[in-house]
């Protein structure tokens, strides 16, 4: 189970690495049109370039990267009550985030969506660790 956790937070941890690469280029080039932009339904750009793109003016995507590069060494020493916490509130998190970007931005992300997955696989794992 403890390498299905690390495996899962290397995989959240590309996604977001990507994420926040695409953000920047977005940023740079307000015409730039990554390869998760499918339509204006499915887009990636759009959430990143909203009001709800950053927690306290910090990307999201940056947040993402350290609390998956967090959860790898909690796995390898085995700490699995934090590793319930961490990965519980990433999927409150996930729920908040998921509203706006389905409700308020009116939009699907792929990479988003792909994180929330994680996110909910990771607290599932981590419950059945403990």
Same mark, same amino acid.
């Given at each position: 189970?403890? /390498?299905?956790?690390? +495996? &899962? ?11 926040? /690469? %695409?953000?920047?280029?977005? #940023?740079?080039?307000? $015409?730039?049109?990554?390869? @998760? $932009?499918?339509? $204006?339904?499915?887009? @990636?750009? #759009? ?5 709800? !793109? ?7 995507? &940056?947040?993402? +990267? ?13 700490? %699995?009550?934090?590793?319930?916490? +961490? ?9 908040? &985030? !998921?509203?706006?970007?389905?409700? #308020?931005? #009116? %939009?699907?992300? &792929? =990479? @988003? %969506? !792909? ?5 909910? =696989? ?6 059945? !660790?403990?």
């Amino acid at each position: 189970m403890i /390498l299905s956790i690390i +495996l &899962l937070a290397m995989i959240g941890f590309s996604i977001s690495l990507y994420t926040y /690469l %695409t953000e920047l280029k977005v #940023k740079e080039n307000p $015409d730039y049109k990554p390869v @998760c $932009d499918i339509s $204006d339904r499915i887009s @990636c750009s #759009k959430p990143m370039k909203s009001q709800y !793109a950053n927690i306290f003016f910090i990307s999201n995507a &940056l947040v993402a +990267l350290a609390f998956y590069t967090s959860l790898i060494p909690f796995a390898l020493v085995n700490a %699995t009550h934090l590793l319930v916490f +961490l990965t519980g509130i990433s999927c409150i998190a996930s729920v908040g &985030l !998921a509203y706006l970007l389905y409700f #308020k931005i #009116k %939009t699907l992300c &792929l =990479l @988003c %969506t !792909a994180m929330y997955i994680i996110n909910a =696989l990771l607290f599932y794992m981590s419950l059945q !660790a403990w």
